[in-house]
């Protein structure tokens, strides 16, 4: 029996929601496979918990992850907890303490759901977002406040170190894709250091992956590229910023954020990794029982190939695949469906498969 230890924050809104159906799979996955079992640990680390204790990870917290195998994360933000505070409280320590450095978030367009664009069914990219440094270091601050004279920086630092390892990242995950194409996003145009350094690394790199083949795109030009021409698109590689706000257009043109996982990777894996769905805490439809699990499903996936249950993976992905293809859809996708539904029907369909 191959064991693996899994780390399950639920934390906000919908996140405790998704994360339940998501575990709800995998026990039906395991049952049905005979041969993995996963170790749950729930950790109850979220806003409600920072409110009550004054902090989202409790002393050693960070300690206490890096035993486990993998991390699956619902989501973070609160009505009662500015989202700077939430988000620094509790996803980007993980992220960054175990310097994930490679969050990857692929975005297709299901069987059975239809994008938004005309002709959009063709989307299948994979987003490769360097989420260590850049603009979300950390850096800046705040001076003269109140005053006319009043400032605000906000730092971007990118090191030749953690811009090479993210594009050697990309160029290797573009070599194993059919297409192995691989198109850098930057804004070098009007930002003359760090982004033109990207684009210099990037030119250099991509000496040693002579199979994949390259283009560049400005993030501007890219929003109205992924619009207009989606196919000419394969996998992307962009900065922390960039990458968050390319990859939610991404989520929206591939039929709703209730789709799109993503995985925060540590790819030498000294550290866990962690997997979660795209989307936040979603306040609007939280406690309703209508919230998509399917990001949370397809994340699922992505941390069973982590975990090398590529077979495990596998299956659930075509069960995935099977219920969006029948129309077991909940109401982001324009259906009736419950998230109990959708959990329910994937369930099934596992059971049910050789
Ligand atoms: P964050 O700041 O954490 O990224 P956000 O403010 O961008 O969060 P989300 O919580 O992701 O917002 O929600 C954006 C919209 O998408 C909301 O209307 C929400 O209801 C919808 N949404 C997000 N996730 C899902 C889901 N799993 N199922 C259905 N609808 C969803
Ligand atoms: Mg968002």
Request: aromatic share 8%; hydrophobic share 45%.
């Amino acid at each position: 029996m191959r064991v693996h230890k899994i780390a399950a924050i639920g934390a906000d809104g919908i996140g405790p929601e998704v994360i339940a159906a998501g575990l709800e799979v995998l026990e039906a996955l395991s049952t049905k496979d005979g041969n993995f079992k996963l170790e749950i640990e729930h950790f109850p680390w979220s806003s409600e918990y920072y409110l009550k204790n004054g902090y989202y990870i409790p002393e050693g917290g960070l300690e206490t992850l890096k035993k486990f195998d993998a991390i699956f994360f619902g989501a973070v933000g609160s009505q009662q907890v500015p989202d700077h505070v939430s988000l620094w409280g509790l996803r980007l320590p993980i992220a960054q303490g175990f310097d994930q450095y490679a969050n990857v978030r692929p975005a297709r367009v299901l069987p059975g759901v239809k994008s938004p664009l005309a002709g959009g069914e063709d989307i299948d990219w994979v987003i490769v977002r360097e989420n260590s440094e850049g603009e979300y270091s950390g850096n800046g601050g705040r001076a003269h406040r109140g005053l006319p004279i009043e400032v605000g920086t906000e730092v971007a630092i990118f090191t030749r170190a953690g811009v090479e390892r993210i594009h050697r990242f990309a160029f290797r995950l573009a070599q194993k894709r059919p297409a192995k194409h691989l198109t850098l996003v930057t804004k070098s145009n009007a930002q003359r250091f760090g982004m033109v350094m990207w684009d210099e690394i990037f030119a250099e790199v991509a000496k040693d992956y002579p199979d994949v083949t390259t283009d560049r795109e400005l993030v501007d030009a890219m929003t109205t590229r992924m619009v207009l021409k989606p196919k000419t698109l394969d996998v992307v590689v962009a900065t922390n910023l960039h990458a968050d706000i390319l990859s939610d257009l991404a989520a929206a043109l591939s039929g709703s954020l209730g789709i799109a996982p993503t995985a925060n990777l540590n790819p030498e894996r000294q550290f866990p990794s962690m997997f979660e769905p795209i989307h936040g805490s979603a306040f609007d439809i939280t406690g309703k029982g209508v919230a998509n699990p399917i990001a949370t499903f397809w994340t699922a996936v992505m941390m069973l190939e982590h975990l090398g249950e590529f077979e495990p993976a596998k299956k659930l992905m075509k069960a995935i695949e099977a219920v969006t293809a029948n129309k077991v859809h909940t109401p982001d996708l324009g259906g009736k469906a419950s998230t109990a539904d959708v959990t329910k029907a994937v369930c099934e369909y596992i059971a049910a498969s050789e």
